[in-house]
């Protein structure tokens, strides 16, 4: 299966900061991008869906101007949580999403993010 | 009402033992369905997708009744590696043609023990 990277897997910041996470899809074209959030003990919750070259679609109660994501490329996704809260700390976590050769949708998740705000 | 609902557990079986999980979704124009496998602290990784016939792998058996809109998953002669979160993952493609993100239940927790 098609391998997806996330950088960094761990960050620890301060309250007010910037924290940018990058997601690569590394033998997979991704048509499609997924950034989920999973707080402890909870499910994992879409936070957004963005297609290669166009603007992200924000899930209801998803601040945009906090969660920025730009998917320039069809290997390439980044989420930049701005000024950086100790509420927003949580595992976040992508997936590529596309389909392959015999035009089947497939989506692979990366290892995820665990962010820590202090 | 949840999309997705699951019993969060957790169930405590001893090694060997049979073990079933329910999921329902609430959405009739769901596609696909999946269980995925959640280890703590990790990504979660896909078990198996769910057919209307019903699938089977090893010692995994998935079931969908679209007319209940529910899915199962069976695992059989369990290992403790078995011990982990069983999410239940429900896909909905609209009429626009674009794909969805997935929506997951909130997980099973199964624990094996010795």
């Known amino acids: 299966g098609a391998v997806v990277s996330q950088h960094p897997s761990r960050v620890i910041c301060k309250s007010g900061t910037s924290v940018k996470i990058e997601c690569r899809s590394l033998d997979f074209q991704a048509t499609t991008m997924f950034w989920y959030r999973q707080f402890p003990k909870q499910s994992l919750m879409l936070m957004a869906t963005?297609?290669?070259?166009?603007?992200?679609?924000?899930e209801q109660g998803v601040e945009k101007d906090k969660f920025l994501i730009n998917h320039a490329s069809l290997t390439l996704s980044t989420l930049t949580v701005t000024s950086a809260h100790p509420e927003d700390s949580s595992f976040y976590i992508c997936s590529a999403a596309g389909r392959d050769s015999s035009n089947i949708y497939e989506q692979y998740f990366g290892p995820g993010t665990r962010l820590t705000v202090t | 009402r949840k999309e997705v609902e699951q019993d969060p557990g957790p169930f405590n079986v001893p090694e060997g033992a049979t073990v079933a999980f329910n999921c329902t979704y609430s959405n009739s124009a769901s596609q696909s369905f999946f269980w995925y496998r959640q280890d703590c602290r990790k990504e979660p990784k896909l078990l198996m997708s769910v057919y209307s016939s019903g699938n089977e792998d090893g010692r995994f058996t998935a079931q969908l009744n679209r007319a209940s809109q529910y899915i199962s998953l069976l695992i059989r002669d369990s290992k403790l590696s078995d011990s982990a979160t069983y999410l239940c993952?429900?896909?909905?493609?609209?009429?626009?043609?674009?794909?969805?993100?997935?929506?997951f239940g909130k997980g099973t927790h199964l624990i094996i023990q010795p």
């Open positions: 993952v429900v896909n909905t493609l609209y009429s626009g043609g674009g794909a969805d993100g997935l929506t």
């Open positions: 963005s297609n290669e070259g166009s603007k992200a679609t924000y």
